[in-house]
């Protein structure tokens, strides 16, 4: 990650988790929002080169992961 994405993506993970912690978020709700901040992160990426495809996006695990 370079130093602009890499300073939205952190932003946007204590975004996240702010809003998790104020709900009261258990485990669970903690490990889906790293992963949300993870697949977003992947979709927003500039380059299409480096980009997740539509493909991947299906198959990433806030997608795919449902266990609590």
């Known amino acids: 990650i370079q130093g602009s994405q890499l300073s939205q993506s ?11 912690v104020e709900h009261g978020g258990d485990d669970f709700e903690r490990k889906k929002v790293r992963q949300l901040s993870d697949l977003l992160e992947k979709i927003f990426i500039l380059d299409p080169e480096r980009r997740i495809t539509a493909g991947e996006c299906l198959q990433h695990p806030f997608i795919i992961d449902t266990s609590k």
């Open 10 to 20: 952190s932003h946007l993970e204590s975004m996240l988790n702010a809003v998790c």
